[in-house]
């Protein structure tokens, strides 16, 4: 199972950017995913999630500005982030797990199994 992220950068305050994680070795239609975010010097923090049945769940200082979805036919999970604001900057990552195994809360770490390395998104004022 590997995860790959991209899609991250550079814009102002107010931009939009979209990132996508590629998945290989495994079939996301049938994994429970979310993107995780850690800012320097703070914790990571789950963003959105999306389940096997595509019930998704969001932080709430993203809730109406970023969309969790899952294009299976390509194997993807996107995260599209509109009205980006400076507190938004971070390191994303994908996290992803097998339906039997998901359990716990949708923003807890130790629900997902497999992670991305990570791509930056910097929000400039």
């Known amino acids: 199972v590997q995860l790959v992220e991209s899609g991250g950068g550079s814009v102002q305050a107010g931009g939009s950017l979209r990132l996508s994680c590629a998945a290989s070795g495994y079939s996301v239609s049938n994994f429970c995913m979310a993107w995780f975010r850690q800012a320097p010097g703070k914790e990571r923090e789950g963003v959105a999630a999306i389940l096997y049945d595509n019930r998704t769940y969001y932080a709430e200082s993203v809730t109406g500005r970023f969309t969790i979805s899952r294009d299976n036919a390509k194997n993807t999970l996107s995260l599209q982030m509109i009205s980006l604001k400076p507190e938004d900057t971070a390191m994303y990552y994908c996290?992803?797990?097998?339906?039997?195994?998901?359990?716990?809360?949708?923003?807890?770490?130790?629900?997902?199994?497999?992670w991305g390395q990570g791509t930056q998104v910097t929000v400039s004022s």
């Open positions: 996290a992803a797990n097998r339906r039997s195994a998901c359990s716990g809360v949708w923003y807890a770490q130790e629900r997902y199994k497999y």
